[in-house]
Nanobody
Framework: QVQLVESGGGLVQPGGSLRLSCAVS????????MGWYRQAPGKQRELVATIGGGSTNYADSVKGRFTISRDNAKNTVYLQMNSLKPEDTAVYYC?????????WGQGTQVTVSS
């Protein structure tokens, strides 16, 4: 059974930081490209960042503020989020992707508000 379990979300003030984690089981983690996506109320789910094949990719809106990383020994992918803005408020989802096989986590809420 494949499981992607996100953690680390919460309420943070503008300018603050959070670190999201996604623990993965049931797949050969190192073979998969991993990603973080987010969905704000009333909006479509959008790409935040991906990591795989030795490279990373970021949405323009988070470049320079967010960093994606992975620990293949721990089957975990991380998203370090700095200088958070109210517009970063969303449910953040972890994604595992290998060719046409895609898995999603259940999401973790991030709220940026004073």
């Amino acid at each position: 059974q494949v499981q992607l379990v996100e953690s680390g979300g919460g309420l943070v003030q503008p300018g603050g930081s959070l670190r999201l984690s996604c623990a993965v089981s049931g797949i050969i983690f190192s073979r998969y490209s991993m990603g973080w996506y987010r969905q704000a109320p009333g909006k479509q789910r959008e790409l935040v960042a991906t990591i795989g094949g030795g490279s990373t990719n970021y949405a323009d809106s988070v470049k320079g503020r967010f960093t994606i990383s992975r620990d293949n020994a721990k089957n975990t992918v991380y998203l370090q989020m700095n200088s958070l803005k109210p517009e970063d408020t969303a449910v953040y989802y972890c994604n595992a992707n290998l060719y046409f096989v895609v898995y999603w986590g259940q999401g973790t809420q991030v709220t940026v508000s004073s």
